[in-house]
């Protein structure tokens, strides 16, 4: 959508260093960037790039604005003024309301005129589906399941029974919700299912990545708040609650029952244990497992990072002697007694 950058200034917030009436109509990076495109800076490392860039403007910090050959959208945080602008350029393709002919749509489910289902989409027995969503092909909605208003499944999204989602929600594709969760009883016959229940409820502004899992209650309800960001391929387990806009990395596990607080952020291949409590603000880094409560805020993380193979097998070496080091000081100390 193309718009000058006096208008970009005015409804963004951005003070504007150059020409009034530049137009431009999408985004790029830096370093691809043409004469009709708007692109950030936010990254030193990148100031070759900057300073190179062919970019009809780009969006800076004040201290920056020197630096930029083009037009500069001055901002403090240029990274979320550049979210806000690249999605107003960008807008989403205007849903054709209405239902595919390949849809199956039980009689007793509720579909809002304003809404649109792609082919091949199932929706179930007393499922409603709110205002101006977009209901992507191959996607199931359960029976009773509730999906809010203005809500995007991008397709082939499983939504199993009975949950319920707010509004402004965002599933890619493959992602499941409600599915049940790992609930076996172990007897000397072998293992015993135990039923699931509870229920799941995902609240406004969420986003779920492809092919990510999120269980529903084994009895209470599993509880996913509003705003959180979920990354591909990432498994929330039974009874979870994750707080307001809390942002998880791909690849994280979150074991059942666990409570972890708003504005937490979780690291790539990270997650925790079950029935643990984590407070608000707490950062967990990459491969990093929280296997107790956190009570404070802060950075926390586990593991090692890569290295050559040589200094691990010492490392690991080492470590594997440990027991032997701890047996000798013990009796060194028994002996200085």
Known sequence: MATSLGEIAETFGCTLKGDAGIVVDSVASLASAADNQLSFYSNTAL???????????????????????????????PYACYARIAAALHPPAPLASGTHSSAVVDTQATVAESSELAANVV?????????????????????DAIIGDDCRLVANVTVAHGVSIGRRVILHPGAVVGSDGFGNAQTAEGWVKVPQVGGLQIGDDVE????????????DDTIIGRGVRIDNLVQIAHNVQIGDHTAIAAQCGFAGSAVIGQRCMFAGHSGTVGHITVCD????????????????PGVYSALFPAEPIRDWNRKAARFRRLDSLQQRVSELEKKGQ
């Open 47 to 77: 100031q070759p790039l900057l300073e190179n860039t062919a970019a009809a403007a780009v969006i800076v910090r004040p201290n920056d604005a020197d630096h930029c050959p083009a037009a500069a959208l001055i901002h403090d945080d």
């Open 123 to 143: 929706v179930g027995r007393n499922a409603r589906i709110g205002e101006r969503c977009y209901i992507g092909p191959g996607t199931v909605v359960g029976n």
């Open 208 to 219: 779920i990545g492809a092919n990510s899992t999120i269980d529903r209650g084994a009895m």
């Open 281 to 296: 603000d707490v950062v967990v880094m990459g491969k990093g497992v929280l296997t107790k409560d956190i009570s404070e």
